[in-house]
């Protein structure tokens, strides 16, 4: 089995060096356990790469920040999956809230006290720091910081703030700074000259857990959403982590339009994004995030995904039942009462199947049947269309100890 290390524990890869915030993230979903051990990579693209491989069973890595919006590098890697990552799933998620330091090697100004030198209690020197270490998403996490202390300094981007940190570490000429994080100081040995320099006091980000599809029960499109739990090895604790409250499942979509152009090359497919996004209405699914990336296939053509909340079980929509929502959808306010009811019969259906699947002793295999039902009716609107995993909505969380 490759995806056990030498002492037979599973492998959770995370975007690293250790101290990063993924690591943060990591070890809230996976607290230290028998089951398995968390494994470094240098970049996003090798935390996909270990679990398409099968050389690690999960996978963490950051997908969007409450100030800074998404993290394209991670969007990028969701949009090439049919080339380079064909199986990957989402099977759950972590917050982190994110307070970032100034890390280098402190040069202590001597201010005159009363005559005599006196540097303890003098504020760290930073006017030496010629160049600047982090990870992209950190410079628009520190905004105001960055722009009265260091408006001209030369600012380069590196895979992860603790990798900065390793870099400003190996720097021993002290005109190397990182904006980075307080484990990462402590572990690399740095000074914090600057803490929690980001512009929001509540700035947190998300991070996303990833699995391989599992050839048996995700054969076709939308079929598991338990959050973990399908590989071969116990992952007991990593089930009992996810959180049971709110009952609500998230899903990830992706999906490119059709390309018609005019003659100047612009798109020309009026209401084409306004029909897919109606479909998700259509099932009763709620629409949590959209974002776009350039498809890579065309100029202009772009990748949208979509996150959608939703009972894992749908009803399936018949012709019929079609056109009567579509009469419906001109009053709004009957609709969303109806959808409310449905959804509340919906979560009493799941709370028995629950009950009676305790009851016989084996595994719930919660299939997102709203999902299902909207990703082929969207298939008929969009081209490539991709189920990219369901799991249950995490809670937002304080960031794990590292030890
Ligand atoms: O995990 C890290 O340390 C990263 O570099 C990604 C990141 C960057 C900024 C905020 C949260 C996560």
Redesign the pocket.
Known sequence: MIEKEGDGKAVVAF?GPEA???HQATLSAFPPSSHYTLTPFLTIAAVFSAVQSGAALRGVV?FE?SSNGSVVATLDLFADIPNTCPDILVCGEAYVR?SHCLLGHAQQRKLAVNGSAKSSDAAPDISGIRTLYS?P??WG?CTAFLAARFPDTERIDVS???RAAQLVAQDASGASAAVSNAAAAALFNLDVLARGIQDRQDNC?RFLVLRKRDADSDADSATQADGGGHGTVDMATEQKNQPKEPAHLKSLISFTLAQDHDHDHNADNPGALAHALAVFARHGLNLSSINTRPSGVENWNYVFFVECTGMSRGKKVGKEEEKMIEKEEKNIEDEEKKIEEEEKKIEEEEEQEEEDEKKRGGRRSAEPAAVSAALAELRGVCRGCMWLGSWRGGNMTGSAPIR
């Open positions: 975007l990063s915030y993924t950051p920040n994110v990870h998403q950190a996490q992860s703030t603790s980000t």
